[in-house]
Nanobody, 118 residues
Framework: QVQLVESGGGLVQPGGSLRLSCAASGFTFSSYAMSWYRQAPGKERELVASITSISGLTNYADSVKGRFTVSRDNAKNTVYLQMNSLKPEDTAVYYC???????????WGQGTQVAVSS
């Protein structure tokens, strides 16, 4: 069974940083691109960042370029999202999933809440 467990969210002030983690299991992690999504209240789910399976090529939404960094450790079956210079607009529930631009599996974990507020 595919399992995706996000962690690392919390309450931060504008300009602060968080590092999110996504622990994956139930599939061959190194064979899949992975992505981070977020969904703010009243808004559609948004693709934030993606990383390829082996080479580590990345892609980011314009809204987070230069502030967020996605990385992965295939030995640990974990993908990370380093979030710097956080803005109130980054407030959302953050999810990870398989795939580059769309999820390979239509499975969503519980996500982790990020709240940016002064």
């Amino acid at each position: 069974q595919v399992q995706l467990v996000e962690s690392g969210g919390g309450l931060v002030q504008p300009g602060g940083s968080l590092r999110l983690s996504c622990a994956a299991s139930g599939f061959t992690f190194s064979s899949y691109a992975m992505s981070w999504y977020r969904q703010a209240p009243g808004k559609e789910r948004e693709l934030v960042a993606s990383i390829t399976s082996i080479s580590g090529l990345t892609n980011y939404a314009d809204s987070v370029k230069g502030r967020f960094t996605v990385s992965r450790d295939n030995a640990k079956n974990t993908v990370y999202l380093q979030m710097n210079s956080l803005k109130p607009e980054d407030t959302a529930v953050y999810y990870c999933n398989t795939g580059w631009s769309t999820p390979f599996y239509d499975y969503w974990g519980q996500g982790t809440q990020v709240a940016v507020s002064s």
